[in-house]
């Protein structure tokens, strides 16, 4: 395989929840100074490109995902001055700085939104999506991911509007072509002031099927989440290229774009991330997300089975072998943290088992994503009531399971294993108050194990999961075949052992972990007697496997590299 010049295939993009990450000014509330005063920490770690949160003006109810305004910093997290301080900072650490651009919808703050609901004929009435039905009777059934229609009334021009999201995030219009400049002109003023790419937010629903056709009716709902009507509409190839002319065009080729796509199968993927193309980079997929979660009620949580997590993403890498690029992650602002969802976050098996997800991630072809305290293997925060949610989505599904008369127990269990709110809570610096986060009180209270899960006892061991993630990303800048080698499952349908080679003509690599906590031994074969340890998560594992097999602890992980000569083993 040719050796590919793009340099974001061998980078590793490393996630800041602003509002959570380092409070400077002790208000509760993260913020750029506190990223600023951070850095170091960041720069040890090893990471290529820093993804924010959104920062810019906002009435926060969706924390900063509902933007009233696109060129300016909330003052909540600083000012422009203070941005242009981190953005020259960070460059001058050699990393780069990428933006979250959310653009399916605004706030109803936004000045586009007040004038286009001020009447039928404003001119930026059909900046977004409006519909001409009576009251009480929507225009489709589809319904909000926040509970709920996805359409809300306008009492002063009487008509609906679309929501996807909570109803004080109007959707967009993206067949407007006056829309669309207005969101490529954000974001050359971005590229202008030095920022090095985008994370754009569910830009896979952008395009809205013809007619806004209702969606097939869940029996005993009145609202269905319509995947079939808003994702991969058809027009949404057409409007990402459009931008990659208009706003990339002439630039040069040093910018980062990843497409955040709910529902996005790997066919759709391809056609997003195929270079020839020119849409995006690539996308983060959702399927591995679901394995866990009801199709309708993502609170429903159904256990999980690790074969299906693994034929999931060895799916993935199959699709995008040829053609397109995957992205890898576990965690994010809107996912409980991997370690208490796919690991095991029992004290005895906490820290093998993050490192052993942390290395089938990484292992893996694509680029990877770390999100702030994952690589310190933090966990889920102990929920126990109704009021320690402060996220929309688990505060408006609560209130609609206790209107509707549901299972008020079923739906905490359920909150307490996925809700949002687990990855938000504050960045585990030290043992100080709030973990070190903020003098303050903090906005969502720092995880109580944080006295002896932080950064400060981390980051000077040998063997801690931060040691570990930073093995993993110099593996990955140092390794050719980590970037470019083949991808091929071992034992896919063993529901403990997670195995596969990454090969390419010049070396191999096997990456293989015990998901669980019995031991095992696992049979493989002759081609890699003699090849080197290149990664372990336990101490004291031979330099040299000498053997046909390996003998794996409960949750112990390693990588092997062996030589090819020839394109054929060695071994
Ligand atoms: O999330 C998109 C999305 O569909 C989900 O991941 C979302 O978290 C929700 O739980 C669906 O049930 C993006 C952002 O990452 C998220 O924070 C925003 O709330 C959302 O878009 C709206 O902007
Ligand atoms: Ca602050």
Not at 225 to 247: C, K, N, Q, S
Not at 408 to 419: D, M, P, Q
Not at 500 to 527: F, M, Q, S
Request: overall charge negative; charged content about 20%.
């Amino acid at each position: 395989m040719p050796h590919d010049a793009a340099w974001w295939k061998s980078a590793v993009v490393y996630q800041i929840y602003p509002r959570s990450f380092a409070d400077s000014n002790g208000d509760g509330i993260g913020d750029l100074a506190g990223i600023i005063g951070r850095l170091d920490y960041l720069l040890a770690l090893g990471v290529d490109v820093l993804w924010l949160s959104p920062i810019y003006p906002s009435p926060q109810v969706d924390n900063g995902y509902d933007i009233s305004d696109y060129r300016a910093i909330d003052p909540l997290f600083g000012t422009l001055a203070e941005f242009d301080a981190l953005l020259a900072r960070v460059h001058e650490l050699g990393m780069k700085l990428v933006m979250d651009l959310v653009v399916n919808h605004t706030s109803d703050e936004h000045p586009w939104f007040v004038e286009s609901c001020s009447s039928r004929d404003n001119p930026k009435r059909d900046w977004y999506i409006w519909r001409d039905v009576h009251e009480g009777s929507e225009p489709n059934n589809w319904g909000s991911l926040f509970e709920g229609s996805a359409w809300a009334w306008d009492q002063t021009t009487d008509q609906y509007y679309l929501h996807l999201f909570d109803r004080k995030q109007p959707d967009l219009n993206w067949e407007n072509p006056q829309v669309r400049k207005a969101v490529q002109d954000i974001m050359i003023w971005w590229l202008d002031r030095g920022v090095d790419g985008f994370r754009m937010d569910v830009i896979n629903f952008i395009s809205k099927a013809e007619g806004l056709p209702d969606t097939p009716a869940i029996p005993g709902q009145r609202f269905a989440i319509a995947f079939d009507g808003f994702a991969d509409g058809p027009h949404v190839h057409e409007y990402l290229a459009e931008i990659t002319r208009e706003v990339f065009g002439g630039r040069g080729g040093d910018f980062i774009t990843v497409g955040e796509m709910p529902g996005v199968t790997p066919e759709q993927a391809r056609l997003y991330t195929d270079p020839a193309r020119g849409e995006l980079n690539m996308v983060f997929q959702f399927e591995h997300m679901f394995v866990d979660q009801g199709q309708q009620n993502k609170f429903d949580y159904l256990g999980f089975d690790l074969v299906v997590l693994k034929k999931s993403l060895h799916r993935w890498q199959a699709a995008l072998a040829e053609i397109g690029w995957n992205s890898l992650y576990w965690n994010n602002h809107d996912q409980p943290r991997v370690v208490s969802r796919f690991g095991d976050d029992d004290p005895d098996y906490w820290a093998a088992s993050a490192k052993a997800l942390a290395t089938v991630l990484h292992g893996m072809r694509g680029t990877p994503f770390v999100y702030q305290g994952e690589e310190l293997g933090m966990t889920n925060y102990p929920f126990r009531i109704p009021q320690d949610y402060k996220d929309l989505e688990a505060v408006n599904y609560f209130n609609h399971v206790v209107e509707s008369g549901g299972d008020e127990s079923a739906a905490l269990a359920g909150l307490a294993k996925i809700s949002r709110d687990n990855a938000r809570t504050p960045m585990q610096w030290d043992v100080g108050p709030n973990a070190g986060f903020t003098a303050a009180d903090p906005w969502l209270p720092a995880n109580p194990n944080y006295i002896w899960l932080n950064a400060a006892a981390q980051i000077d061991e040998t063997d801690s999961v931060f040691a570990h993630y930073q093995a993993l990303i110099r593996l990955r800048h140092e390794s050719p075949i980590l970037v470019d080698g083949d991808f091929t499952p071992l034992m896919a349908e063993d529901p403990q052992i997670w195995a596969y080679t990454r090969t390419t003509p010049d070396g191999k690599l096997l990456v293989i972990a015990n998901c669980g906590r019995g031991p095992r031994t696992v049979e493989i074969g002759p081609a890699w007697i003699g090849a080197n340890l290149l990664l372990g998560n336990l101490l004291d594992t031979p330099a040299t496997s000498t053997s046909t097999s390996v003998d794996l602890a409960g949750w112990e992980a390693r990588i092997y590299s062996g030589l090819r000569r020839g394109g054929v083993d060695a071994g």
